[in-house]
């Protein structure tokens, strides 16, 4: 059964906390990205990585970190010094069809800063 | 020149009348428009997509529009239906040189389809 699995689905952490989301894909897709969604806010780009080793950031990069050592994996770290952690975080994944790069999401994960 | 505006943020609709989600972008190297649906706590579903090469694609109920020259494109949910209720979302990207494939998205439209 293929796809993108993003865990925990809901994450507690206190504040000054680091907490690691996991995310992880069969697709064997090469590309892979971290959103952060906010209520009215539509998605806002946090990393992507092209390949394996390599990573960009996006336009919300503060306070975040990313690393792909495999290709099925690209876990985000939230350090504490993100001002405002508490969002939904998706995960996706790429691939190029025909001339476009199509891309697919995981289910979400829910962090909370108490 | 980044930003895609979409209108409107919020949309009631009887069941079985038509859905209409508007979009704008600026930046004219884009070259792929795809529209998200995203039901609550879930992540966000590939719908349909278009390319700037053709003026509608029609999927099912769902219809992109695109008009190059006002750089607009807008998607249409004919018989609109309770189980399309979920929140839509335009994107846009340039699938060539640096960033490929990297998508800018839509604010988001809220649509609620009243039984």
């Known amino acids: 059964d293929g796809g993108i699995t993003q865990s925990p689905k809901y994450l507690f952490r206190k504040e000054g906390q680091n907490v690691t989301l996991s995310c992880e894909q069969n697709?064997?897709?090469?590309?892979m990205y971290w959103y952060r969604q906010d209520p009215g806010q539509g998605l806002r780009l946090i990393y992507y990585?092209?390949?394996?080793?390599?990573?960009q950031k996006g336009d919300i990069a503060e306070g975040y970190s990313v690393s792909r050592e495999k290709k099925e994996s690209f876990p985000l770290t939230v350090t504490s010094a993100q001002k405002n952690p508490t969002a939904f975080y998706l995960c996706?994944?790429?691939?190029?069809?025909?001339?476009?790069?199509?891309?697919?999401f995981g289910p979400g994960t829910r962090l909370t800063v108490l | 020149q980044q930003q895609v505006k979409q209108s409107p943020q919020s949309l009631i609709v009887q069941k079985g009348g038509i859905s209409i989600i508007n979009c704008a972008y600026e930046n004219t190297a884009f070259d792929y428009f795809p529209w998200y649906q995203q039901f609550p706590g879930k992540g966000p579903a590939l719908l349909i997509a278009?390319?700037?090469?053709?003026s509608e694609k029609k999927e099912g109920r769902f219809t992109i529009s695109f008009n190059k020259s006002a750089k607009q494109f807008s998607l249409h949910i004919m018989d609109s239906q309770p189980g399309d209720s979920a929140t839509y979302f335009c994107a846009a990207s340039k699938n060539y040189g640096g960033s490929q494939g990297n998508l800018i998205f839509g604010k988001g439209t809220k649509l609620s389809v009243k039984p």
């Open positions: 697709l064997n897709h090469d590309a």
């Open positions: 996706a994944s790429s691939r190029t069809s025909g001339r476009v790069v199509e891309q697919f």
């Open positions: 990585s092209q390949i394996v080793n390599d990573f």
């Open positions: 278009i390319r700037p090469d053709v």
